[in-house]
């Protein structure tokens, strides 16, 4: 990593370049981010041209354009070149023919047709310009491509081009391009690389100056090695994985790793882009002539305002570099591998120089590391005791009843930590098992479980209840607010042999309070309690969850149940009687609502039957039986209804009576 940067200087991009690179400069120091990106700063050759060449992987040109900086206390960036996407495809765009024109004799002389040559195929020759080639049937399986040419004396020769055909171009500026597209294909095989010229200028000393870019690499990963020491304590070591995977190898590099997650984008600026436009259509109709055009008259005023003003003096134009140059610039820090290797003992103590800043932590490792392209690293980064404590959790609605060992770990490092795999050791039994650790940041604290506990069993019983918290009448409306709670009940048996801290997680229910009294903090999505079971006991921890719903009912069509568990429930004694008093008024009310819907119902009924037998009247002979029988029916039926609607009336009479005693009770509230 570089120590110091005195200067930055951004670059702009400008003419191609195909020429490779063959020393990059030496990797001083890599910066591996947890966001999958590396920032290497490397020195810079530079050559009498005042050019600083790099070779780089073709994956990785995006990024390069995109992040590539130089560093330096001197000079300016005047701008940067390379090859583009497609060279090859390029290359063949200026030749009059195409590289699938190349794939044999008969494809490339049809491609020069018109151009002068001399052929020779089967111990003849003809020379002159290619008039064409056709395919002739030689028999029922077996064609042969026929050239055709005229000499210079206008004689016209055909040739059978065979297995043997060899080529001569007589024009020397085909035979150039010719040979630049064969050069075209040498270098399109092996197109896997890009060297990127960088201009530089007032600088002389590649000492001076240096190179930093941000390319992919691998994500670097973190193993924790822990082991339970009792008594609180823990001893913790985080060993970092990581891969050379940027197409070089790294030697006596600085490493550097920081757990930061930044924001990665990218680009594919080394691609070629076209913008879309509307193809007009070409018009050939002449029925949309124009008029001539009488001139525009506000030039004159134009021209006589311009005479009348004093010239004003050209702009002085300027070119300016991409950064400028940067004066009284301090020299260039010395890079920090000049400082001695110091010795990795990991057993000794923290192997690395760890920082912490506000969103992420800082692992330098220690001395400088050689690592082959494709090939992985392990080392320490962290080497602590911490706080630790060994309990079993339980998290609620589990499918299993016994809960897991855990350890509860406090980042006592002073630094974050990252995220990673967990190997558990106990000191004295070895092996118990493994965990995946979240990110911990400093002085915080995360369960790592590791294995079932099956020597002890836990159970949950819910108890849901719900009371009237208070009622409010304005305006013939109730107003109640209802407090609905949920008690859940944690029955721990616990271990026959030996004491346990158990921690049960509960859910967190949105909208709801929670209370408990063996409250002990709680994550994102549950609170957590916590009790100590001693050998062979059973403890049991309760969690209460509790919600205050208001819900408004209109007195006058409240059931008398209802208004009777209303009276029940406040404490107010004068809201209590008008709300018994209410209830016995609702209560008669709705006797007498019922016994009218009743009669109503017996009236519809006798209507119903009046009708059937008008209907039965139609269908007999006059003066029968069967006729007067009807009659008689009929006029007992008008007597049946005349009497309901008799008492109806009554009724109603006595229904609007109880309503308006409901509605006067009412009005009292």
């Given at each position: 990593m570089?120590?110091?940067v005195?200067?930055?200087?951004?670059?702009?991009v400008?003419?191609?370049?195909i020429?490779?690179?063959?020393?990059n400069?030496?990797?001083?120091?890599?910066i591996?981010?947890?966001?999958?990106?590396?920032?290497?700063?490397?020195?810079?050759?530079?050559?009498?041209?005042?050019?600083?060449?790099?070779?780089v992987?073709?994956?990785?040109?995006?990024?390069?354009?995109k992040?590539l900086?130089v560093n330096?206390?001197?000079?300016?960036?005047?701008g940067?070149?390379?090859?583009?996407?497609?060279?090859?495809?390029?290359?063949?765009?200026?030749?009059?023919?195409?590289?699938?024109a190349?794939?044999?004799?008969?494809?490339?002389?049809?491609?020069?047709?018109?151009g002068?040559?001399?052929?020779?195929?089967g111990?003849?020759?003809?020379e002159?310009s290619?008039l064409?080639?056709?395919?002739?049937?030689v028999?029922?399986?077996?064609?042969?491509?026929?050239?055709?040419?005229?000499?210079?004396?206008?004689?016209?020769?055909?040739?059978?081009?065979?297995?043997?055909?060899?080529?001569?171009?007589?024009?020397?500026?085909?035979?150039?391009k010719?040979?630049?597209?064969?050069?075209?294909?040498?270098r399109?095989?092996?197109?896997?690389t890009?060297?990127?010229?960088i201009?530089?200028?007032?600088?002389?000393?590649?000492?001076?100056?240096g190179?930093?870019?941000?390319?992919?690499?691998?994500?670097?990963?973190?193993?924790?090695?822990?082991v339970?020491?009792?008594?609180?304590?823990?001893?913790l070591?985080?060993?970092t994985?990581?891969?050379?995977?940027?197409?070089e190898?790294?030697?006596?590099?600085k490493?550097?790793?920081?757990s930061?997650?930044?924001?990665t984008?990218?680009?594919g600026?080394?691609q070629?882009?076209?913008?879309?436009?509307?193809?007009?259509?070409?018009?050939t109709?002449s029925?949309?002539?124009?008029?001539?055009?009488s001139?525009?008259?506000?030039?004159?005023?134009?021209?006589?305002?311009?005479?009348?003003?004093?010239?004003?003096?050209a702009?002085?134009?300027?070119?300016?570099?991409?950064?400028?140059?940067?004066?009284?610039?301090?020299?260039?820090?010395?890079?920090?591998?000049?400082?001695?290797?110091?010795?990795?003992?990991?057993?000794?103590?923290?192997?690395?120089?760890?920082?912490?800043?506000d969103?992420?932590?800082?692992?330098?490792?220690?001395?400088?590391?050689?690592?082959a392209?494709?090939?992985?690293?392990?080392?320490?980064?962290?080497?602590?005791?911490?706080?630790?404590?060994?309990?079993?959790?339980y998290?609620?609605?589990?499918?299993?009843?016994n809960?897991?060992a855990?350890?509860m770990l406090k980042?006592?490092?002073?630094?974050?930590?990252?995220?990673?795999?967990?190997?558990?050791?106990?000191?004295?039994?070895?092996?118990i098992?493994?965990?995946?650790?979240?990110?911990?940041?400093?002085?915080?604290?995360?369960l790592?479980?590791?294995?079932?506990?099956r020597?002890?069993?836990?159970?949950?019983?819910?108890?849901?209840t719900?009371?009237?918290?208070?009622?409010?009448?304005?305006?013939?409306?109730m107003?109640?607010v209802?407090?609905?709670?949920?008690?859940?009940t944690?029955?721990?048996?616990g271990?026959?042999?030996?004491?346990?801290?158990?921690?049960?997680?509960?859910?967190?229910?949105?909208?709801?309070?929670?209370?408990?009294?063996?409250?002990?903090?709680?994550?994102?999505?549950?609170?957590?309690?916590?009790?100590?079971?001693?050998?062979?006991?059973?403890?049991?921890?309760?969690?209460?969850?509790?919600?205050?719903?208001?819900?408004?009912?209109?007195?006058?069509?409240?059931?008398?149940?209802?208004?009777?568990?209303?009276?029940?429930?406040?404490?107010?004694?004068?809201l209590?009687?008008?709300?018994?008093?209410?209830?016995?008024?609702?209560?008669?009310?709705?006797?007498?609502?019922?016994?009218?819907?009743?009669?109503?119902?017996e009236?519809e009924?006798?209507?119903?039957?009046?009708?059937?037998?008008?209907?039965n009247?139609?269908?007999?002979?006059?003066?029968?039986?069967?006729?007067?029988?009807?009659?008689?029916?009929?006029?007992?039926?008008?007597?049946?209804?005349a009497?309901l609607?008799?008492?109806?009336?009554t009724m109603q009479?006595?229904?609007?009576?109880?309503?308006d005693?409901?509605?006067?009770?009412?009005?009292t509230?």
């Amino acid at each position: 990593m570089l120590k110091q940067v005195t200067t930055i200087l951004l670059l702009s991009v400008s003419s191609p370049a195909i020429a490779l690179a063959a020393d990059n400069g030496a990797i001083r120091s890599i910066i591996l981010s947890s966001g999958g990106l590396a920032q290497v700063s490397r020195s810079a050759d530079i050559n009498t041209d005042g050019v600083i060449r790099i070779e780089v992987p073709l994956d990785q040109v995006d990024d390069i354009l995109k992040s590539l900086v130089v560093n330096g206390s001197a000079g300016s960036v005047a701008g940067m070149s390379l090859a583009g996407p497609r060279p090859l495809q390029e290359t063949f765009k200026g030749l009059p023919f195409s590289l699938e024109a190349l794939s044999s004799v008969p494809s490339l002389l049809t491609s020069l047709q018109g151009g002068k040559v001399s052929v020779t195929s089967g111990g003849k020759t003809v020379e002159g310009s290619i008039l064409g080639i056709e395919t002739r049937k030689v028999d029922e399986k077996t064609t042969v491509p026929l050239l055709t040419v005229i000499d210079k004396d206008g004689a016209v020769e055909t040739l059978a081009l065979g297995e043997d055909a060899s080529v001569r171009l007589d024009d020397p500026d085909m035979r150039a391009k010719l040979g630049k597209a064969a050069a075209a294909i040498a270098r399109g095989k092996n197109d896997r690389t890009r060297a990127i010229d960088i201009k530089v200028n007032g600088v002389k000393n590649s000492g001076d100056i240096g190179l930093t870019y941000v390319v992919p690499s691998p994500i670097w990963k973190t193993a924790y090695k822990v082991v339970f020491e009792g008594n609180d304590k823990a001893r913790l070591q985080a060993w970092t994985v990581l891969e050379n995977a940027s197409g070089e190898d790294w030697k006596g590099v600085k490493l550097t790793l920081t757990s930061a997650e930044p924001v990665t984008l990218k680009q594919g600026l080394h691609q070629l882009y076209w913008r879309e436009r509307q193809e007009v259509p070409v018009n050939t109709a002449s029925n949309n002539v124009p008029d001539p055009d009488s001139g525009d008259l506000s030039n004159r005023r134009r021209l006589a305002s311009s005479a009348e003003a004093p010239a004003m003096p050209a702009p002085q134009r300027a070119m300016k570099s991409a950064a400028g140059k940067m004066a009284d610039a301090q020299a260039y820090a010395n890079d920090e591998l000049a400082r001695p290797a110091e010795p990795m003992q990991v057993a000794a103590g923290n192997p690395t120089t760890a920082t912490e800043s506000d969103i992420s932590a800082t692992f330098e490792l220690p001395g400088t590391h050689d690592l082959a392209n494709g090939d992985t690293l392990s080392v320490p980064i962290m080497d602590a005791d911490v706080e630790a404590d060994m309990v079993d959790m339980y998290r609620a609605g589990s499918a299993y009843r016994n809960p897991i060992a855990a350890v509860m770990l406090k980042n006592t490092t002073g630094v974050s930590m990252p995220a990673g795999i967990l190997t558990l050791y106990d000191s004295k039994t070895g092996y118990i098992g493994d965990s995946q650790l979240s990110a911990l940041p400093k002085d915080d604290t995360r369960l790592a479980s590791f294995a079932t506990d099956r020597k002890v069993s836990i159970s949950e019983q819910q108890t849901p209840t719900e009371e009237i918290a208070s009622l409010k009448v304005s305006d013939g409306v109730m107003n109640a607010v209802v407090k609905y709670r949920q008690t859940t009940t944690y029955t721990v048996s616990g271990a026959l042999d030996g004491e346990r801290t158990v921690i049960v997680e509960h859910p967190v229910k949105d909208g709801w309070t929670f209370s408990s009294a063996e409250g002990f903090g709680k994550t994102a999505t549950h609170q957590r309690l916590k009790v100590v079971v001693p050998a062979g006991a059973e403890k049991t921890l309760t969690a209460v969850d509790e919600q205050l719903q208001s819900n408004s009912y209109a007195l006058v069509d409240a059931e008398p149940d209802t208004l009777l568990g209303w009276s029940a429930s406040t404490h107010d004694k004068a809201l209590m009687d008008k709300l018994a008093n209410l209830a016995d008024a609702r209560k008669r009310q709705v006797a007498v609502q019922n016994d009218l819907e009743s009669l109503d119902g017996e009236i519809e009924k006798t209507t119903g039957e009046q009708e059937r037998i008008r209907q039965n009247l139609g269908a007999v002979p006059d003066n029968s039986d069967l006729k007067k029988r009807y009659l008689k029916a009929l006029s007992d039926s008008e007597d049946q209804i005349a009497a309901l609607n008799e008492r109806r009336t009554t009724m109603q009479a006595e229904s609007d009576r109880r309503g308006d005693d409901v509605a006067e009770i009412i009005r009292t509230f």
